[in-house]
């Protein structure tokens, strides 16, 4: 059974920084491409970061600088760790493993907010 379970979203005011885990299992974790995407309330669903197989790593321009994706394919999770956080990147933060099939976590809330 395939589970992909995100953690460590919450509450943080402006500037802040948070990590985000997304713990992986039932499938080969080290063959997929990881990526991290958000939706904000009104909004579509948005890629903010990439990592390859093979560790090659994209980021949406809005986050390019601030924010960093990481994977331990030892432990079969993906990192998510977020600096010098906006109001703006308030959103439920989604894991999403890629290959030739897609799978998705249930969605870990990020609120940024004084």
């Known amino acids: 059974q395939v589970q992909l379970v995100e953690s460590g979203g919450g509450l943080v005011q402006p500037g802040g920084s948070l990590r985000l885990s997304c713990a992986a299992s039932g499938f080969t974790f080290s063959l997929y491409a990881m990526n991290w995407y958000r939706q904000a309330p009104g909004k579509e669903r948005e890629l903010v970061a990439a990592?390859?197989?093979?560790?090659?790593?994209n980021y949406a321009d809005s986050v390019k600088g601030r924010f960093t994706i990481s994977r331990d394919n030892g432990k079969n999770t993906v990192y998510l760790q977020m600096n010098s956080l906006k109001p703006e990147d308030t959103a439920v933060y989604y894991c999403?493993?890629?290959?030739?099939?897609?799978?998705w976590g249930q969605g870990t809330q990020v609120t940024v907010s004084s």
């Open positions: 990592i390859s197989s093979g560790g090659s790593t």
């Open positions: 999403n493993a890629r290959r030739l099939l897609d799978f």
